[in-house]
């Protein structure tokens, strides 16, 4: 991730913009994850 953080700001992308870039590709798994574990699939981390 970090290398890919490093690649955006190298082609001049604002942190705002690399934020969205992150978040784009995290918000699905992420809420996916959030279900999972509220639906009890998931206790906690190891």
């Keep these: 991730?970090?290398?890919r953080i490093e690649i955006l700001r190298?082609?001049?992308f604002t942190d705002q913009e690399i934020?969205?870039?992150i978040w784009a590709?995290?918000?699905e798994p992420l809420?996916?994850?959030g279900k999972?574990?509220?639906d009890g699939l998931i206790?906690?981390?190891?």
């Design 36 to 38: 999972h574990q509220d």
């Design 25 to 27: 590709n995290l918000e």
């Design 10 to 12: 190298e082609l001049g």
């Design 19 to 21: 934020r969205q870039v």
């Design 43 to 46: 206790e906690g981390a190891e």
């Design 1 to 3: 991730m970090q290398r």
């Design 31 to 33: 809420k996916q994850l």
